[in-house]
């Protein structure tokens, strides 16, 4: 019984049936308790209006009936979502709060900002289809009155990923899913490479996947920004600061083949303001972990992962940062305009940046050679080691590139099976999920936040149905195994 509704995890929306009856009762109450108090200071004053004795702007608000967790492109999304799908206008009270304001160290900005359709899972590729129709109309979505259109600085150049001999069945099968799903992909036999491409060097290449339509790459800052414009707009409330406790209430239950389960509910949010070492309380109905690469430690803190080895009590959530370097090099031989998003089946990747022979890529290290995610600063060997010989090996110009500059970014990484965590957990009711997309969280955000608005609202996915996603899967050891990761 248990299991089967796991693997369901569908209900009434949070919001649809709680929202309501919080704000006509205890946040409209509260309001006129505190109008009540103000009227008693004012007597006894002298002077005129009511004013507060002290700035209190930078702090939340008391009060909020989402809190979101994580200011990056998903925790947006979803709040964006959620106040564009309210069935009245201000209905529902959003905050959203962000420890790092100037998103110095936020994997949004820190990426190389592509979008492709090319993936082995169904779900996967459905988001994409819709997060580009999203990117590619985006001031049909994110428009603010008097505010200049946003250029998204779009290149749709498309993703290229090359196969070896013995990934080139994986890869037929992965296309004819992508085309399923409605995806212009097609096959390319190394002669094709070779007089599409002709600085490709196809040595090792059986196989090749070429995205037609609506791959490419685009301006991650851009996209943050006009959504963070739009939800202000909106009514979002904003907050810099850091999440550092939940209280909550619980349930011990019992299911009907006799297993006990204990049900909790967060009902406040404790934030740490910038530059204070106190925290200001926020009563809240329901919390969503967008927080990224930290939302592991997000859930800790709700006491997810926290019972017996086995159990559904016990079962973390296995998401962890993990470090990636992004390097940026110039070439004047390189690959010209018509250069796509070239994945090698080594794991290396570039891609051109602008139009001055200038190129980005890296490439994943391998499982026991990952990298301290303590810091963000770069490893040059690496690039040297791991990434250059087989970039000079597929493309013979890159022998003589000069490496002009390289960061480092966080992957929200999933340890299960590379795949995002979407909607509800099953014990902390009202706590969902936006996160462990394991790198392709920046491109399919737009329909992330979609799906995530329409559990909350609705109680279960509308437009594109992310059940593989569930967090229950961890516990029922039900993969959603991605094979088309970065």
Not at 208 to 234: H, I, T
Not at 470 to 476: E, G
Request: aromatic residues 10%; hydrophobic residues 40%.
């Amino acid at each position: 019984m248990l299991r089967r509704a796991l693997r369901l995890g569908l209900g009434p929306g949070l919001l649809g049936r709680g929202l309501g009856a919080h704000r006509e009762g205890s946040t409209l109450a509260w309001h006129g308790k505190v109008s009540e108090i103000k009227k008693k200071i004012q007597s006894v004053l002298p002077g005129g209006a009511w004013s507060p004795l002290c700035d209190t702007s930078h702090l939340p608000p008391e009060h909020s009936d989402v809190v979101i967790v994580g200011g990056g492109v998903l925790g947006l999304s979803v709040a964006y979502w959620l106040k564009r799908l309210e069935k009245r206008q201000g209905a529902i009270r959003v905050l959203v709060v962000e420890r790092d304001h100037t998103y110095s160290q936020a994997s949004t900005v820190l990426s190389v900002g592509g979008i492709r359709q090319q993936f082995s899972l169904p779900e996967n590729i459905q988001l994409s289809l819709f997060s580009v129709e999203f990117l590619r109309n985006i001031n049909e979505y994110l428009a603010v009155v008097d505010d200049p259109p946003l250029d998204l600085q779009f290149n749709p150049s498309g993703y290229l990923f090359l196969a070896s001999e013995e990934g080139a069945t994986i890869m037929e099968n992965n296309v004819k899913v992508q085309r399923q799903q409605g995806a212009k992909v097609c096959l390319m036999s190394p002669e094709q490479l070779r007089k599409k491409f002709p600085w490709m060097n196809t040595e090792g290449v059986a196989l090749a996947s070429y995205g037609l339509e609506n791959e490419g790459w685009f301006d991650p800052w851009c996209l943050l920004q006009g959504l963070r414009r739009k939800v202000q707009s909106m009514g979002v409330l904003f907050c810099h600061g850091e999440v550092t406790r939940f209280v909550s209430s619980s349930n011990h239950m019992e299911t009907a083949i006799g297993e006990k389960v204990t049900l909790k509910r967060i009902h406040e949010v404790h934030v740490k303001v910038d530059h204070s070492q106190e925290y200001q309380p926020v009563e809240c109905s329901i919390v969503v972990n967008a927080a990224g690469a930290w939302s592991g430690r997000i859930a800790e803190l709700a006491g997810i992962g926290k019972g017996p080895s086995g159990t559904l009590q016990g079962t973390k959530l296995p998401v962890e940062p993990r470090k990636r370097y992004v390097y940026l090099w110039h070439c004047p031989q390189g690959p010209g305009l018509e250069a796509p998003l070239v994945a090698d089946p080594s794991g290396a990747y570039f891609r051109r940046e602008g139009l001055g022979n200038n190129y980005l890529g890296g490439c994943s290290p391998a499982e026991e050679e990952e990298p301290d995610p303590g810091n963000l600063e770069v490893d040059h060997d690496f690039f040297q080691e791991k990434v250059w010989p087989h970039l000079a090996q597929r493309v013979p110009a890159f022998e003589t590139l000069k490496v002009r500059c390289a960061w480092a970014g966080y992957y929200d990484y999933n340890t299960f099976d590379q795949n995002g965590v979407v909607g509800p957990h099953p014990l902390v009711v009202n706590m969902y999920f936006a996160t462990g997309f394991s790198g392709h969280g920046l491109q399919q955000a737009p329909a992330v936040g979609r799906a995530v608005a329409e559990m909350m609202l609705e109680g279960h996915f509308q437009t594109i149905n992310l059940s593989p996603f569930l967090f229950s899967r961890f516990y029922l050891g039900e993969k959603a195994q991605e094979h088309c990761i970065i």
